[in-house]
Nanobody, 121 residues
Framework: VQLQASGGGLVQPGGSLRLSCAASGLSTDVYAIGWFRQAPGQGREGVSCIKPDGSTFYAHSVKGRFTISRDGTQNTVYLQMNILKPEDTAIYYC????????????????WGQGTLVTVSS
């Protein structure tokens, strides 16, 4: 199983980025895919999740600004991030599992390597 996160970079406050999580060895139509982030000196926090039935979940801090989606034909999950703020700066990870608590990292079985998002002017 591999989860390949990509799409990070440097963006100005108010800007947008789209992260991708390409999965191999498992199907995003079967596993829930979550996005997590870890800011410098802080613990990992749940950002968003999409379940196989298409239901989506967001942390309060990103609701209304981030959108998670899935392309089953590409076996890829996306995180569209708009109106980015400096506090969104972090390494973003995607994970796969069958979570009950969708934003809790311990609920996930497989993890990607992370992609760095820096929001700065």
């Amino acid at each position: 199983v591999q989860l390949q996160a990509s799409g990070g970079g440097l963006v100005q406050p108010g800007g947008s980025l789209r992260l991708s999580c390409a999965a191999s060895g498992l199907s995003t139509d079967v596993y829930a895919i979550g996005w997590f982030r870890q800011a410098p000196g802080q613990g990992r926090e749940g950002v968003s999740c999409i379940k196989p039935d298409g239901s989506t979940f967001y942390a309060h801090s990103v609701k209304g600004r981030f959108t998670i989606s899935r392309d089953g034909t590409q076996n890829t999950v996306y995180l569209q991030m708009n109106i980015l703020k400096p506090e969104d700066t972090a390494i973003y990870y995607c994970a796969a599992g069958f979570p009950d608590l969708v934003l809790r990292e311990a609920e996930y079985d497989y993890w990607g390597q992370g992609t760095l998002v820096t929001v700065s002017s």
